[in-house]
């Protein structure tokens, strides 16, 4: 796709900027020092802003980069020298949205005194004052952000405009970021600032977003999912319990319902509001969820808020191609052994220079496929049961089911599927997957079933056992398998849904 050459800044090019931010965003497993993470993430920043396809277009340059020694926050400068654009992008904690969430500590605010003077103190909640703090705090080489950017602008060739963006946190830190830097002199011409946010949930109080919106921007936008949870805190978390919509799902039942009143109680007695114009995005629900995370429980409830709140979605919504992907780990050729096992990673995006780790052990002898598919390699000395992952420039691959070894002992045992998977009390059930043994026991929930008629090593047949009723009880439960020791990972392709009895019956 060609680059967009229509305005320096479109919503499509900022949230490919923001979501760049999260290029390899967790350190490896085996550990690496900050400045070997940095390096890692400042190359992988680079390749991003080098792809022609991407809606940045090849058109903008990395100037600066900087990680908290936490890991919890990056934020880089880059330029786009032909429109005398700049672009400071942020990216806060990277996690889950119930830690997200959490981590804003906003049962507590204190006063914005960073900017300016504004007529009266505005507040922010503690937690977002921290990662602010620390933002401007960073540094690369004992340079902050502050004096990048006035190096920066000191060399621009005319009048600059700098814009402010984030995705998730980032954007929250956005909202204060912003007002900061245009409260300050810059060298040369006055900059106009604009600031662009995605999925951001709000920083402060109505005083906050009266404050940011009193000042001169170019754009000032917040762009939002109308269906992703983080954007409604904290002014219409409640919003969520009546998610999602039928006949897709998934419902909320009475745990979401209590998870969402918990942290839609946070706040206290502190009232939050959203800087900005709100501009919700497009969306066809039907066409656009996550189709393994439909069935009424917690586990697809927050899976579908996941893919609701990720970068690749907001993309997608804006009709912009998504940012190069990660490494992916699909299968181990072989998921037991000992140190010095002969071994293949089956998977993709194993480019060059991607290593390999064993928990936090990293693998020996490795030899990368011409296509990036496979890595050839030996396990290292280890003990216990670890997550095989793949690391490049780009990231770390996710901790999956088939990536797992054992050491000295039998292979994980894996549920890949039920059928049926909805049902009655007695329906019967095959349950799929690999490593079954002899003696292998079925829990539906906390429910086992009786007599599983086991045929080893990737078959069970068994009776949906009673399920436990009561206030509060979901219909939807996983199913685990119990052998040699291990319990199946919990998953969406494990799930069951109760159904009521026919008269009949």
Same mark, same amino acid.
């Given at each position: 796709?060609?680059? /967009?050459?229509?305005?320096?800044?479109?919503?499509?090019?900022?949230?490919?900027?923001?979501?760049?931010?999260?290029?390899?965003?967790?350190?490896?497993?085996?550990? /690496?020092?900050?400045?070997?993470?940095?390096?890692?993430?400042?190359?992988?920043?680079?390749?991003?802003?080098?792809?022609?396809?991407?809606?940045?277009?090849?058109?903008?340059?990395?100037?600066?980069?900087?990680?908290?020694?936490?890991?919890?926050?990056?934020?880089?400068?880059?330029?786009?020298?032909?429109?005398?654009?700049?672009?400071?992008?942020?990216?806060?904690?990277?996690?889950?949205?119930?830690?997200?969430?959490?981590?804003?500590?906003?049962?507590?605010?204190?006063?914005?005194?960073?900017?300016?003077?504004?007529?009266?103190?505005?507040?922010?909640?503690?937690?977002?004052?921290?990662?602010?703090?620390?933002?401007?705090?960073?540094?690369?080489? #004992?340079?902050?952000?502050?004096?990048?950017?006035? /190096?920066?602008?000191?060399?621009?060739?005319?009048?600059?405009?700098?814009?402010?963006?984030?995705?998730?946190?980032?954007?929250?830190?956005?909202?204060?970021?912003?007002? $900061?830097?245009?409260?300050?002199?810059?060298?040369?011409?006055?900059?106009?600032?604009?600031?662009?946010?995605?999925?951001?949930?709000?920083?402060?109080?109505?005083?906050?977003?009266?404050?940011?919106?009193?000042?001169?921007?170019?754009?000032?936008?917040?762009? $939002?999912?109308?269906?992703?949870?983080?954007?409604?805190?904290?002014?219409?978390?409640?919003? @969520?319990?009546?998610?999602?919509?039928?006949?897709?799902?998934?419902?909320?039942?009475? /745990?979401?319902? @209590?998870?969402?009143?918990?942290?839609? #109680?946070?706040?206290?007695?502190?009232?939050?509001?959203?800087?900005?114009?709100?501009?919700?995005?497009?969306?066809?629900?039907?066409?656009?969820?996550?189709?393994?995370?439909?069935?009424?429980?917690?586990?697809?409830?927050?899976?579908?808020?996941?893919?609701?709140?990720?970068?690749?979605?907001?993309?997608?919504?804006? #009709?912009?191609?998504?940012?190069?992907?990660?490494?992916?780990?699909?299968?181990?050729?072989?998921?037991?052994?000992?140190?010095?096992?002969?071994?293949?990673? &089956?998977?993709?995006?194993?480019?060059?220079?991607?290593?390999?780790?064993?928990?936090?052990?990293?693998?020996?002898?490795?030899?990368?496929?011409?296509?990036?598919?496979?890595?050839?390699?030996?396990?290292?000395?280890?003990?216990? &049961?670890?997550?095989?992952? &793949?690391?490049?420039?780009?990231?770390?691959? @996710?901790?999956?089911?088939?990536?797992?070894?054992?050491?000295?002992?039998?292979?994980?045992?894996?549920?890949?599927?039920?059928?049926?998977?909805?049902?009655?009390?007695?329906?019967?059930?095959?349950?799929?997957?690999?490593?079954?043994?002899?003696?292998?026991?079925?829990?539906?929930?906390?429910?086992?079933?009786?007599?599983?008629?086991?045929?080893?090593?990737?078959?069970?047949?068994?009776?949906?056992?009673?399920?436990?009723?009561?206030?509060?009880?979901?219909?939807?439960?996983?199913?685990?398998?119990?052998?040699?020791?291990?319990?199946?990972?919990?998953?969406?392709?494990?799930?069951?849904?109760?159904?009521?009895?026919?008269?009949?019956?």
């Amino acid at each position: 796709m060609a680059a /967009e050459q229509t305005a320096p800044m479109t919503p499509r090019v900022a949230m490919t900027l923001a979501a760049i931010a999260a290029t390899a965003a967790t350190p490896r497993p085996s550990g /690496e020092t900050v400045p070997e993470q940095l390096n890692r993430v400042f190359l992988g920043i680079t390749r991003q802003l080098a792809d022609t396809d991407l809606a940045t277009g090849a058109d903008w340059s990395l100037r600066w980069l900087a990680l908290a020694p936490d890991n919890a926050n990056l934020a880089y400068l880059a330029a786009d020298p032909s429109s005398s654009s700049f672009a400071v992008v942020l990216r806060g904690t990277v996690g889950n949205v119930t830690d997200l969430l959490e981590d804003l500590d906003v049962g507590t605010v204190v006063p914005f005194t960073a900017v300016g003077a504004p007529s009266a103190p505005v507040s922010v909640s503690q937690g977002a004052m921290a990662a602010f703090t620390q933002v401007l705090s960073m540094s690369s080489g #004992g340079v902050t952000l502050v004096q990048a950017l006035t /190096e920066a602008l000191a060399g621009a060739a005319q009048t600059p405009t700098v814009y402010v963006i984030g995705h998730s946190l980032g954007g929250c830190i956005a909202t204060m970021v912003a007002p $900061y830097l245009q409260a300050r002199s810059w060298p040369g011409a006055t900059p106009q600032f604009g600031l662009c946010t995605f999925a951001a949930p709000t920083a402060g109080g109505p005083d906050f977003a009266d404050y940011v919106d009193s000042l001169p921007w170019i754009v000032n936008a917040r762009y $939002y999912n109308p269906y992703d949870v983080v954007p409604l805190a904290w002014t219409s978390l409640d919003d @969520a319990e009546g998610w999602y919509p039928t006949p897709s799902g998934p419902a909320a039942n009475d /745990e979401v319902d @209590a998870v969402i009143s918990v942290i839609a #109680g946070l706040p206290g007695p502190h009232p939050y509001a959203q800087p900005g114009q709100a501009v919700p995005l497009a969306i066809d629900y039907d066409r656009t969820h996550d189709p393994d995370f439909v069935k009424s429980s917690l586990a697809d409830f927050l899976g579908q808020v996941a893919f609701q709140h990720a970068n690749s979605t907001y993309l997608g919504l804006l #009709g912009a191609p998504d940012v190069l992907a990660g490494p992916v780990v699909r299968a181990l050729s072989t998921n037991s052994g000992e140190g010095g096992t002969a071994l293949a990673v &089956v998977g993709s995006g194993f480019g060059p220079g991607a290593a390999v780790d064993f928990g936090p052990v990293p693998g020996q002898d490795l030899a990368v496929s011409g296509d990036g598919l496979a890595i050839s390699l030996h396990a290292p000395p280890g003990v216990g &049961v670890v997550d095989v992952r &793949v690391t490049t420039e780009l990231g770390t691959s @996710a901790a999956v089911p088939f990536g797992r070894f054992a050491y000295g002992g039998p292979p994980p045992v894996i549920t890949t599927g039920l059928f049926p998977a909805t049902g009655p009390e007695g329906t019967s059930v095959t349950v799929t997957g690999v490593n079954f043994g002899a003696d292998a026991q079925v829990f539906f929930g906390t429910n086992p079933a009786a007599s599983p008629q086991v045929q080893p090593p990737y078959e069970i047949v068994v009776d949906a056992p009673a399920p436990s009723t009561g206030f509060g009880r979901p219909s939807t439960v996983n199913v685990t398998v119990v052998s040699n020791g291990y319990s199946s990972p919990a998953g969406p392709a494990n799930e069951f849904t109760y159904l009521k009895s026919s008269p009949e019956s």
